[in-house]
């Protein structure tokens, strides 16, 4: 067959320092994120391929979409990210025991053979022309440039994937809208839920905290008749926190009428 | 010669019967006269006829009437044409006379049937398929009078088909018949492929040309068609059963017409078999054996109906064996036909009479004695019974003796074969046809005190004693100067063969006596000098007992045909369900199986899905990778 | 006049006015389906009158372009046999309508939707038979599917879905195969001076051997699944016997003659070497059928199943005709067809109607019926003796042609198949004896016998039945000269006798 | 240096977002491998690019982007909603599909 090396001509110096430091990173970046058990770290190591990857760009004369990459990739996709793992929880992480036999070696086995596949496809491809380069191409500026095509010969694609964007917003909305699945509880569903699941002694409502002048009554347990301080009082959110303080030291003194 | 009027004797009776079965029960009271009105004018046609056929020479008689043209394919072209000559014109006036005269016997015989206007629209549809079959000018006509008189005798014989026993007779008339129509059909392929005509006249015409080894086909299917309608050997075993069938249908379809038809049959093909040696000996021989096979059951039959339908079938063989000795025999047969057509139909109606009087008792051991009470009927069936034992000078004696002459100076060992079956034959005939006698009208009586044994109405005797005179005269007048030959000699070739004469027609005659009174004396000896006990005694010979389950032909048909058959139909059906069904069902079975094995591989879960679009793109690359090799 | 073309419309025109009609109308949907039916037999005995007999080019052909990007046109015309099947198809609707007035009722639908089924299908069987375009005819053979299976499936007894769906299957995988072979077929005719689907001038193309043996057996499959030849019959009794009396008189009656019109039509004239190639084979198939047929149908226990057993019988007599190459098999094909039409029709309204009363078609069930039921009794021995090619009514001189255009090439086969005469005998008179005969049984003291629609509607089927035994001409000679000119398409004539030859010879 | 070597980090890259996608159960790990996969073809639009000195890989890069996006957004959506219902994030929870 034929030649099948690239023929390319060489890039700047820079710009092979450039991507002999970043590129080895940037894969090991990417192999991190497939790797981590947390979630939020393969959402960082992501990000910062993403960011090499605009750098890359950039380096190649994608001005604008180096930008965009940081942009709407790194500032607001990554964000979209880790806000719904901040909503599922930050601290799910995967079991790593594999449920579906044999998924795993075969998976790294093909995804192996695809790269190596595709790898030794690119070495064998040519385009029968050297790199031609878009400095011509970049005459007027990047942004310029790209805008000439995307307004003119592009400009289908253009109106309909921003009709896609509407569309996906829309849809956006209408599946994170929680839907009811029963009708919502009325006030008399409500109260005889109470008596009839919880203990009578509940039944009339929890007790309030106790109020006491000496400190802000909201984070101490109120003392039942008995004397004894009761944790039906206060917030369940305040005790996750630590945030109680004992009501006995604020507790006045027994009046000793019968002594 | 060409009539106009050769259809009518067709139509007339058809006409009756699509009247009487479409007018259904608003013609039961008029039904019956309008049949046998019908059927005598057919008769009346059949007569003027005769007589004009009479007025003309001999090469002049046949007339024809072409109807028009029935199928026409290619070079296979049958025109529903009629033809009228010599030997149809006998079969016409012996159907339609004795045929009417049986409508009026039926009138009275029927009177107190419910369903009488049926059985005449069935008697008039029988009588128009069996004009048919003797009118029909090429064997494709004939074969749909053929199965038409088929169809008629299944009709009456299951004419009290709510019992079981009599549906099953129909039914097993109609198959054996059909198996000879087998025959017939096959018989007209292979003219039409050997000859490329079907009709008689081109049949005849062409026959010189034709290759012996396809007459010699034609003329076994032939033989076949006949021996199924005739009841010959070995497709007899029906005529027993048929006596389901009211007596009168017994005397007209089974005794006197259409159970002739295959001697007509052959007789019609004479071109034929005369080309065809070895069909025609083999028709002598089934004829023979019949002959002798219809004498031996009869010896031992006491149901009266069944022991005169095996002499008809003995009688029958008779004609066989006649037309099967070609050209110095065809007319004998056709003689004997004649006759017996007479004698036997009288009898069968002198049988009808007996049991009218019985109360419908058919076996001859309860009656006896019963020549007192109905006279005329004794009077008549002797005179019957004198006919076919063959004392001269009734009729019997003139054709049978002729027939067993004829079959002696066939020459050689066939002639004294067939002859001495012949010989044989009526010195048995003579026994059984005896010990009928002596068992219903001589002897004591042995009926209870139930029965009222009376004389019929006149309706009744009247066809009797008519049927009687022919019996008496019929043989003289055939043999008068050899009148019936003669007559017939322009169809079929006559030609007596007297050279190397083996007996003189003188010493078959006393040989033929001396036997019959031998059987007569044997008879008299076994049934009027001892008493005859009311039962059949139960001790007998192995032979007698072979003898009375008719000779164990249905037990043949049964362990041969019936039993294998449907063994074969069971295997058959259970292969279908089970093989060539089953076939379907299980590719429908794997193609189940190999969807849901491959349904395993949808696990439901997405990562698996993922992983074999992954395996999928390998795929697409390695193809690439390969092809960019 | 466009005749084709407007019989086609006639019933569509029906089927959509009844299915506007509100679904509480019954009566009314009936009465309108039947007079769709009746107008179009009229219709289409009037055509029959402007038949010019003895032209053997295709008559009222119309052509117009349908799909042009594959030179698919809407193309009609008939010869004779075409003809005799149309008539067939436009006069069995409306008796089949009348017959079975109340068949539709307690399906699984509306009973105007088993109207509307019935008249598109009538449509669709006019369309098979009138098609001139392979791809045409195509379409109308796997389109008429869909209303019978419906009409299996939706308004049949017993385990109709099963029936439906294995009918249904059968015919698709047979046309699965006539799908790849047309297309085959269209490629050649490309390669060969410009795609077309026209049959004639398909039938101009030259076919190296093996490809056309792979065409002709795509299309003989199909087709010997549609009429049904053995080993390809088994969906026929399931169908049977799960349809309604009234499907099935057009599924055997009509349906299946498809099949063996399309074995005349296709396969002898698109691929005559073919055929003489494989004429052994699909005689000692038609052989097999006609024996194996009738010893199943004697084997059998339920009237619907037996009928549907001699009607692979008489398809094999059929199948045995067209290829024994020579008129007489021809014609008596064709005739055949049609007269197999009327007598099955007859028997199978006459079964139906005894097992509408009797709640079942068991033959055990019955018994003495001609003491109870006189009428209706008579006129099943009436369709039976048909069946049993009683000379005098019209299935005899088919068969009996069948047979003799048979002998004169194949006698072996002649006179195997003959034993067919002796088996019908049997497979009739049996069932005759046990339901007919004998003495009233349990559960029938009661049942009524036919009723005035009953017997207007059986009639007419009797008559032709007798009528045409008589006198085939009308019929035969309007198929003689399409049949003798499919043959010598076919590349045959008939064999001299062996007279004849010899003096030929000489 | 050669510019075929971006893409060979490309390659390398998307081959990586694979194995994530099919070993990974987090559903939102599973997606951010799918955008890992995405990017890489960017890349690799963006290399060809330049080598053939046109902008149509930059603008199909971008076309890209942005379905990306609408992709994240209604897939995430779709998370939220499956969260909601089944309190889990694991794909392999989800197996609805098999009947």
């Known amino acids: 067959m034929m030649n099948l090396a690239i023929e390319v001509s060489k890039t700047s110096t820079p710009e092979s320092v450039l991507f002999w430091i970043l590129g080895p990173a940037c894969v090991l970046a990417a192999l991190g994120m497939v790797l981590a058990k947390k979630a939020v770290h393969s959402a960082i190591l992501l990000a910062s391929v993403m960011i090499i990857l605009a750098i890359f760009y950039i380096a190649q004369d994608a001005l604008f979409l180096g930008i965009v990459q940081v942009v709407v990739y790194t500032g607001a996709v990554m964000m979209l990210f880790l806000f719904i793992l901040m909503l599922v929880g930050v601290d799910t992480s995967d079991s790593l025991t594999e449920t579906i036999p044999f998924l795993r070696p075969i998976a790294i086995l093909s995804a192996l053979g695809f790269g190596g596949l595709l790898i030794t496809l690119i070495g064998r491809a040519t385009l029968g022309h050297p790199m031609v380069g878009l400095t011509e191409v970049n005459i007027e500026g990047n942004v310029p440039a790209l805008s000439q095509l995307l307004f003119s010969k592009y400009v289908w694609a253009f109106e309909v994937v921003s009709a896609l964007l509407v569309t996906a917003a829309l849809g956006a909305m209408v599946l994170a809208h929680n839907h009811r699945l029963v009708a919502r509880p009325t006030q008399r569903d409500l109260s005889i839920a109470r008596f009839r699941t919880g203990s009578l002694a509940t039944a009339a409502g929890l007790p309030n905290p106790g109020v006491y002048a000496l400190h802000n009554a909201v984070d101490v347990p109120a003392l039942l008749p008995d004397g004894t301080p009761s944790d039906a009082s206060i917030s369940a959110m305040l005790v996750a926190r630590g945030d109680v303080l004992e009501s006995l030291p604020f507790q006045l003194p027994a009046k000793g009428g019968d002594e | ?629 | 006049m466009k005749w084709l073309t407007s019989l086609m419309l006639l019933p569509l025109l029906g089927a959509v006015l009844v299915a506007t009609l509100p679904k509480a109308k019954e009566l009314l949907a009936k009465q309108l389906a039947f007079g769709t039916t009746l107008v179009v037999a009229v219709a289409g005995i009037a055509m029959a009158t402007q038949f010019q007999r003895d032209n053997v080019d295709l008559q009222f052909a119309e052509s117009h372009s349908w799909i042009p990007t594959f030179g698919i046109n809407y193309a009609v015309g008939i010869d004779g046999i075409a003809l005799v099947l149309i008539l067939l198809s436009v006069l069995l609707a409306p008796i089949v309508v009348l017959a079975g007035w109340n068949e539709a009722v307690g399906g699984r639908w509306s009973v105007k939707g088993f109207y509307v089924l019935i008249l598109i299908l009538e449509t669709m069987m006019i369309g098979v038979f009138a098609a001139s375009d392979v791809f045409l005819f195509y379409v109308f053979f796997e389109a008429m599917l869909i209303p019978v299976y419906f009409l299996i499936g939706g308004y049949g007894t017993g385990a109709r879905a099963a029936a439906a769906v294995k009918f249904l299957l059968y015919s698709l995988f047979g046309g699965l195969l006539m799908l790849a072979s047309i297309i085959a077929i269209y490629v050649i005719s490309g390669e060969q001076g410009g795609h077309t689907f026209d049959i004639n001038a398909l039938s101009q193309l030259r076919l190296s051997s093996t490809t056309e043996n792979l065409l002709f057996l795509g299309f003989f499959i199909a087709f010997a699944i549609k009429a049904p030849l053995w080993p390809f019959h088994t969906w026929l009794p399931d169908a049977a016997d799960s349809a309604t009396p009234g499907t099935s008189v057009l599924l055997l009656g009509v349906l299946d003659k498809v099949g063996t019109f399309g074995m005349i039509r296709y396969c002898l004239t698109l691929f005559p070497h073919a055929s003489k190639t494989f004429t052994p084979v699909i005689i000692v198939l038609a052989v097999i059928s006609i024996i194996y047929g009738a010893f199943l149908a004697i084997g059998q226990k339920d009237f619907k199943r037996l009928i549907a057993f001699t009607s692979i019988s008489h398809f094999g007599f059929i199948t045995l005709g067209i290829f024994a190459m020579t008129s007489q098999g021809h014609s008596g094909a064709t005739l055949y067809m049609f007269n197999h039409g009327f007598s099955t029709a007859a028997l199978f309204l006459v079964a139906g109607w005894m097992a509408s009363r009797r709640g079942s078609s068991k033959i055990a069930d019955f018994g003495g019926l001609q003491r109870i039921t006189p009428i209706m009794a008579w006129a099943f021995f009436f369709a039976g003796m048909s069946s049993l090619a009683l000379p005098g009514l019209s299935s005899f001189v088919s068969e009996f042609l069948v047979l003799v255009g048979t002998y004169t090439r194949y006698p072996v086969a002649a006179v195997i198949s003959a034993f067919g005469i002796v088996l019908a005998a049997l497979y009739i008179l049996l069932p005759i004896q046990r339901a007919l005969h004998g003495p009233t049984t349990d559960g029938n003291e009661s049942l009524t016998d036919l009723n005035l629609r009953e017997k207007i509607a059986i009639a007419p089927v009797l008559a032709v039945i007798l009528v045409l035994g008589f006198y085939p001409a009308p019929l035969l000679n309007v198929i003689n000269p399409a049949a003798a000119h499919s043959i010598a398409k076919a590349g045959f004539s008939d064999p001299l006798s062996a007279i004849d030859s010899k003096g030929a010879t000489k | 240096m050669n510019a075929a070597n971006y893409l060979y980090v490309s390659a390398l890259l998307f081959s990586i977002g694979a194995i994530g996608v099919v070993v990974r159960r987090n559903a939102i790990v599973v997606f951010m491998c799918i955008e890992l996969m995405l990017n890489a073809s960017n890349l690799a639009f963006v290399t060809f690019a330049r080598i053939n000195g046109n902008l149509d890989g930059q603008v199909i890069a971008f076309f890209t982007m942005v379905v990306a996006a609408c992709e994240v957004v209604v897939g995430l959506a779709i998370i939220v909603t499956i969260y909601r219902s089944r309190r889990s994030a694991s794909v392999d929870d989800a197996s609805l599909l098999k009947r």
């Open chain 2, 1 to 629: 010669m060409t009539s106009n009027s050769l259809v009518y004797l067709i139509a007339l009776p058809l006409f009756g019967s699509a009247v009487l079965l479409l007018a259904g029960r608003r013609s039961d009271r008029w039904g019956h006269i309008l049949a046998t009105v019908l059927s005598g004018s057919a008769f009346v046609v059949g007569l003027v006829q005769f007589a004009q056929m009479l007025g003309r020479s001999n090469d002049q008689r046949a007339v024809t009437q072409k109807l028009f043209s029935w199928i026409s394919v290619g070079t296979f072209k049958v025109d529903a044409s009629l033809m009228l000559d010599q030997l149809s014109i006998c079969f016409v006036l012996l159907i339609t006379g004795v045929g009417t005269l049986i409508h009026i016997y039926s009138i009275a015989y029927m009177s107190h049937d419910l369903d009488r206007r049926r059985f005449f629209a069935y008697l008039n549809l029988f009588i128009a398929a069996m004009l048919l079959l003797v009118l029909g000018d090429s064997y494709l006509n004939l074969y749909v009078g053929w199965e038409g008189v088929g169809l008629a005798s299944y009709l009456l014989i299951g004419f009290w088909n709510q019992k079981p026993a009599y549906a099953t007779a129909a039914k097993k008339a109609f198959v054996a018949n059909r198996v000879g129509d087998l025959g017939l059909s096959l018989a007209i392929m292979i003219s039409f492929a050997t000859m490329g005509t079907v009709s008689f006249a081109g049949v005849k015409e062409q026959a010189g040309h034709a290759s012996t080894g396809a007459l010699t086909a034609i003329g076994i299917m032939l033989l076949i068609a006949a021996t199924g309608k005739s009841a010959q050997f070995p497709l007899q075993a029906w005529l027993g059963d048929a006596m389901a069938g009211p007596t009168p249908v017994s005397a007209l379809i089974h005794a006197a017409t259409m159970v002739t038809a295959g001697v007509y049959l052959i007789t019609r093909s004479n071109f034929i078999f005369d080309a065809a040696p070895t069909a025609q000996l083999l028709v002598a021989i089934i004829g023979a054996i019949t002959l002798l096979f219809g004498a031996i059951i009869g010896t031992a039959k006491d149901d009266i109906k069944k022991a005169l339908a095996a002499s008809t079938m003995s009688q029958i063989g008779y004609m066989v064996l006649g037309a099967g000795l070609g050209p110095a025999g065809y007319a004998f047969a056709i003689m004997h036909l004649l006759t017996h057509g007479f004698f036997k139909a009288g009898m069968f109606l002198g049988a009808g009479s007996v049991m009218h009087g019985m109360d419908d008792e058919v076996n001859m051991r309860r009656y006896g004695g019963l020549r007192k009470f109905m006279p005329i009927t004794f009077a008549t069936f002797g005179l019957g019974y004198l006919a076919i034992i063959g004392v001269p000078p009734f009729a019997g004696f003139y054709s049978k003796d002729k027939i067993i002459e004829v079959a002696f100076n066939a020459g050689g060992i066939k002639g004294i074969t067939l002859g001495g079956a012949a010989l044989l034959g009526a010195a048995i005939t003579a026994f059984y046809m005896t010990r009928v006698v002596i068992l219903t009208f001589a002897g004591s009586k042995r009926w209870d005190d139930k029965a009222h044994p009376h004389e019929s109405p006149a309706l009744m005797w009247l066809p009797m004693v008519l049927l009687a005179v022919g019996s008496v005269t019929s043989g003289i007048i055939f043999t008068h100067g050899n009148s019936l030959q003669n007559w017939l000699a322009p169809v079929v070739a006559t030609s007596p063969a007297h050279e190397g004469e083996l007996l003189k027609p003188a010493v078959v005659s006393i040989l033929a006596l001396v036997l019959v009174l031998a059987g007569v004396g044997l008879a008299i000896m076994k049934y009027l000098r001892k008493p005859v006990p009311s039962e059949a005694p139960t001790d007998v010979s192995i032979f007698t007992r072979i003898a009375r389950r008719d000779l164990l032909q249905d037990d043949f048909n049964e362990a041969v045909f019936m039993r294998p058959g449907q063994k074969l139909t069971e295997v058959l059906v259970a292969t279908d369900e089970l093989l060539v069904d089953g076939a379907v069902r299980g590719v429908a079975h794997i193609t189940q199986s190999t969807g849901r094995t491959l349904g395993m591989t949808q696990t439901g879960f997405v990562r698996s899905y993922a992983m074999w679009i992954l395996l999928g793109a390998i795929g697409l690359l390695a193809t690439i990778w390969v092809v960019t090799l």
